[in-house]
């Protein structure tokens, strides 16, 4: 299933699952299922409680007269892992990293897959990375490998935006260079994990004005998902609703010949093979 959120004429936040052309309405079918998906992940059974609603719903709503939103909002956590592609690592002659090399971003960070982003004033080097997003549906802590998946309820996609001209200062911390505003567009949904057969081979693209720049595999992937999950899981308690942004191929601005970056009026245009496509216009 692909779970969304979404309003309608700018009402209270919904949360949906796309059925063809229409939206399933959870909230207006069943009026004890929260307003937030991660809420809804929060009380356990969330899928459960949604297949019995799909199976016989009682609102829909033409996905042309709905505003997709961001598909999850308020995370207790948004964690990401830089150098986990091989070819970016290759290209750039950086050895893989022995250990996940992890960073965190805010919550306050995301918007919505088709939102527009917000150029900030203090960076001229706004740079893209696309990236498959793994959605925690349950508490883990200290989980083991071979069960890690057994945590994820699905998968969303994201552009991990940089400035890269800040990835030097505050002491050459990632905090502050991963952080901007609007600097996590999420979505365009959630798949849940049974529709995904094996996460480790899907295609993710970036075009920036119609042009393609990143397409890679997340069959690449340096650590994979569940080796993220067991590392994270040692270090914290990951939360229902948290979420870890990948890792990125080969092709971000910065590797270009001359290196490139967002500029005001860009159309910056992500997918991930399974999930859908965003679309995002930099103003």
Known sequence: ?????FTINDDQVRVGVLSGENVIDLNASNCTIPHSLVELLGQG????????IVSNPKTTHKLAQVQLLSPITGPDKILGVALNYKEACD????????EPVVFSKFASTIIGPYDVIQKPAASNQVDWEVELVVVIGKKARNVK???ALDYVFGYTSTQ???AKDWTQRNGGQFLLC???DNFCPLGPCVVTKDEIEDPHNIRVRTWVNGELKQDGNTEEMVHRIDRLIEYL???MTLLPGDIICTGTPSGVGS????????????LLESDVEKIGKMANRIV
């Open 178 to 180: 991963k952080n901007m």
């Open 1 to 5: 299933m692909k779970i969304v959120q």
């Open 255 to 266: 590797s270009q010949n001359p290196p490139q970056y967002l500029r005001k009026g860009d």
């Open 160 to 162: 991990d935006l940089t």
């Open 45 to 52: 059974n969330a899928l459960e409680r949604i297949k019995k």
């Open 91 to 98: 290209k750039a002659n950086i050895p893989y990293t022995p």
């Open 145 to 147: 490998v071979q069960n």
């Open 233 to 235: 899981s040692e270090a």
